[in-house]
C-alpha cells in the first residue's frame, strides 16, 4: 500500500433553484433557503431537502393549487408578499429600537457632561414628553412621534449603565492613542473628596509623530488609608501593572510641591526615580503653585495698615485735604490714593506710590524666586531657541550641551543637527506654524526627539485643579454615597475630549424600547 495519503475530497455545494418557488413554495431570503407556507428553513438548498419538507408537510398545496397553474402562481406571489411584509415589518421595529437605544446613550452623556445625577434620566424623559406635546401638536405623526419619545430608556439604573458603557469606549479610545503616541508627560494631584476619600487625580499629554498634542484623563485613583509618598507611588504602580502603560514613553511628572510628592527620599518623585521600569524623566514643581508660594513671602499687611492709617487721617478732613493738595502743587501728584478692601480704589494703584522701591524689592526676594523657578530656569534657553530656531545669536555649542544634558541625548550630534538646521533655508521659510513635524527622522533624530519632549511637558497641575472642581459637583452631599468607580466614570464622561461610538454601543447590547 502507498503511504501518500490521496487528494481530500472537496465539499459538495449546493445551490437554490428559482423553479423551487412553483415547485415547492420555497425561495431565498437573507441566504436562507425558507418556506413560503410556514417559514421553515433547510439547512442545505438540496432538492431532495425541500421536496421532502412539502411532500411531507404541505401535500394538501398540489391539490388545493395544481401545479404549473395559474392560480399556483398568484398563490406563490401572494405567499411573497406576506413574507416581504412580516421581513419589513419586523426590521422596522428593529430600527426603531436601536435608534431609541442610540438616543438613550446620547441623552446619559448630556446628562453626565453636565454633571447631572443619573436619576435626572427620567426627569429629562418627562420634559421631553410635555415639550413634544406641544411642539408637534399639528403634526399628523404626532402619536408615533410620542410614541418613539416615550420608549426612550432613561431609568435610573440604563443610565448607570449606558454611563459605565460610555466611559469605557472613551478608556477604549484613550489607550489607543497611548499605545499610539510618540511619548507622553504625567501630572498628579491629590484631594478629599466629600466624603473624605483621598482621590488621587491622573492627568496624561500625548505628542503623536505629527507634533500634535492631546489631554486627556487618565485615572482617578482613590487613597483609602495613608496618602504618603510611597502610597502614592504603590497606587500608581499597581495601575501600571494593571493596565500595562507603556512607561517607557514618559518624558516628564508635573506636581505640587507637598512633601509626600517632591519629598528628597520618600517622595513619589523620588520612589520613581528609584524604580528600574521608569525611564530618565524630568519632573516639574507646578508654576501656579510656585506663584502662589512667592505671593505669600510678600506679607504687606504692616505696611498697609500704617499707610492706610497716614491717608485716612489726611483724606477723612476736609481741611487737612485741602492743605495737603496745596503741598503737592510743586510735585507730580495732585492727590493721595485711598484704598480699603470694600471699596475706593484697587490696592494695586494705592501701592503704585511705592513704585520707586520696586527693584530693591526685587532684590530682597531674589533668592526666594529663583530657587521657586530654578527647573523652569534650566528649561527656559531650551524653549527659547525650539520657539524660533534661526536666530543669529544663538550659541550653538552650549545650547546643544543643554539640550542633551536635558533630555540625555548626544551632545556632538545634538549640535550638527542644529548647524545643518539653520543652514536650511526652505526650512527658515516656514519656520513659522506647523514647523517641527517638517523635520525627518533620519535626518533631525536628535532636534526632533526634543521638539517632541517639550511639545509633551506640564507646565501645572491646572489639569487636575480643574478637575477637582468638576468633582466636587459631581460628588456633592446629595451624592456622597457614590462609589469611587462611578466617581471616575463621570469624572471621565464629564472632561473628556473624546466622543463615544453612539452607534457602535447601540449595536453591542440588544436593544429594547422603554415599556
Not at 321 to 339: N, P, Q, V
Request: aromatic content about 10%; overall charge neutral; charged content about 30%.
Amino acid at each position: 500500500m502507498s503511504g501518500k495519503a490521496g487528494p481530500s475530497k472537496k465539499p459538495k455545494t449546493y445551490h437554490y433553484h428559482t423553479e423551487w418557488e412553483e415547485d415547492f413554495f420555497f425561495t431565498m431570503s437573507f441566504s436562507k433557503c425558507v418556506c413560503l407556507i410556514c417559514q421553515s428553513t433547510i439547512a442545505l438548498p438540496k432538492k431532495g431537502n425541500v421536496e421532502r419538507h412539502f411532500r411531507t408537510v404541505h401535500k394538501n398545496y398540489d391539490t388545493e393549487f395544481p401545479p404549473k397553474s395559474e392560480l399556483r402562481r398568484r398563490k406563490v406571489k401572494e405567499l411573497k408578499s406576506q413574507l416581504s411584509g412580516q421581513q419589513s415589518f419586523f426590521s422596522q421595529l428593529t430600527s426603531k429600537a436601536r435608534a431609541a437605544t442610540e438616543a438613550s446613550f446620547r441623552v446619559s452623556h448630556f446628562i453626565v457632561k453636565n454633571k447631572k445625577s443619573f436619576q435626572d434620566g427620567e426627569m429629562v424623559k418627562e420634559a421631553f414628553v410635555e415639550a413634544a406635546d406641544s411642539l408637534f401638536r399639528d403634526f399628523k405623526n404626532k402619536p408615533e412621534i410620542l410614541a418613539s419619545i416615550k420608549a426612550l430608556q432613561l431609568s435610573r439604573s440604563t443610565v448607570t449603565r449606558r454611563s459605565e458603557a460610555m466611559a469605557e469606549d472613551l478608556t477604549q479610545q484613550l489607550w489607543k492613542d497611548i499605545a499610539d503616541c510618540e511619548c507622553f508627560s504625567l501630572q498628579l494631584d491629590e484631594s478629599t473628596d466629600v466624603s473624605d476619600t483621598a482621590q488621587l487625580c491622573i492627568f496624561i499629554r500625548m505628542v503623536f509623530t505629527d507634533m500634535t498634542a492631546k489631554e486627556e484623563l487618565l485615572t482617578v485613583l482613590p487613597m483609602k488609608e495613608h496618602t504618603r509618598g510611597e502610597d502614592i507611588f504603590q497606587s500608581f504602580k499597581n495601575f501600571i501593572e494593571k493596565t500595562q502603560l507603556p512607561v517607557c514613553k514618559l518624558v516628564s511628572i508635573t506636581t505640587d510641591g507637598a512633601p509626600a510628592m517632591v519629598g528628597r527620599s520618600n517622595g513619589f518623585i523620588a520612589k520613581c526615580r528609584e524604580d528600574d521600569d521608569f525611564p530618565d524623566f524630568l519632573n516639574y514643581h507646578c508654576i501656579i503653585h510656585q506663584q502662589a508660594l512667592c505671593a505669600k513671602m510678600l506679607n504687606m499687611k504692616e505696611i498697609m495698615d500704617v499707610a492706610t492709617k497716614i491717608a485716612c487721617s489726611i483724606r477723612a478732613r476736609s481741611l487737612q485735604r485741602r492743605l495737603f493738595r496745596a503741598h503737592l502743587e510743586k510735585c507730580d501728584h495732585s492727590e493721595l490714593l485711598l484704598h480699603t478692601d470694600v471699596r475706593w480704589l484697587s490696592r494695586g494703584k494705592f501701592l503704585q506710590r511705592f513704585r520707586e522701591l520696586l527693584p530693591e524689592i526685587k532684590e530682597f526676594f531674589r533668592e526666594e524666586f529663583d530657587r521657586r523657578f530654578q527647573d523652569f530656569a534650566l528649561l527656559e534657553p531650551v524653549a527659547t531657541f525650539m520657539c524660533y530656531p534661526f536666530q543669529e545669536d544663538a550659541e550653538v555649542v552650549s545650547l546643544a550641551s543643554k539640550v542633551a544634558t536635558l533630555f540625555h541625548l548626544n551632545s556632538s550630534g545634538v549640535e550638527d543637527e542644529i548647524l545643518t538646521l539653520q543652514a536650511d533655508i526652505q526650512l527658515k521659510a516656514r519656520a513659522h506654524g506647523q514647523f517641527w513635524n517638517l523635520l525627518t527622522e533620519d535626518k533631525y533624530p536628535n532636534i526632533r526627539k526634543c521638539a517632541t519632549f517639550l511639545t509633551a511637558l506640564f507646565g501645572s497641575t491646572y489639569l487636575c485643579e480643574s478637575a477637582f472642581s468638576h468633582m466636587k459637583i459631581i460628588k456633592s452631599k446629595y451624592r456622597s454615597t457614590m462609589t469611587d468607580e462611578h466617581l471616575e466614570v463621570c469624572l471621565r464622561l464629564a472632561i473628556s475630549s473624546y466622543c463615544p461610538d453612539y452607534a457602535s454601543l447601540a449595536d453591542s447590547i440588544q436593544c429594547k424600547s422603554s415599556e
